[in-house]
């Protein structure tokens, strides 16, 4: 959980916006922004339906790793499926990266696109 969101910046002492660049509505924290995040939510329903899976979303990263990981076993698209979380995880970085230091951010849909596209590119 070294992944530099706000509540880990906090607790080295820099303070600055502590809400969520993409939501706006709740602390940015490491599991707030990779897994409960209404963008990244939107984006885990999405990689899901292309492989028709239903799953029930772990609480924490480590716990959607690993969840992930056993569930994988079973998925016939396994090259697809190994890159879900990671293209997922890509994709919320840049965006909040994108708002923070340029100043721009992409529509849900457009957001939508940019993770299909890196999906495909990477598989």
């Known amino acids: 959980e070294k992944v530099p969101t706000e509540d880990f910046l906090k607790r080295r002492n820099f303070h600055g916006p502590s809400r969520c660049v993409l939501c706006r509505q709740e602390e940015e924290t490491v599991h707030h922004l990779l897994v409960h995040c209404l963008w ?3 984006l885990w329903q999405l990689g899901l339906s292309l492989l028709g899976v239903s799953w029930v979303q772990p609480g924490k990263v480590k716990e959607v ?7 994988m076993k079973k998925c016939l698209a396994f090259g697809v499926w190994n890159l879900i979380p990671l293209a997922i ?3 919320v970085w840049k965006e909040r990266n994108r708002r923070i230091f ?3 951010d992409l529509s849900l849909h457009d957001f939508k696109l940019y993770f299909l596209r890196i999906l495909y590119s990477w598989s």
């Open 102 to 104: 340029e100043g721009k």
């Open 40 to 42: 990244a939510s939107s």
């Open 65 to 71: 790793l690993v969840a992930w990981r056993r569930r």
């Open 89 to 91: 995880w890509w994709s």
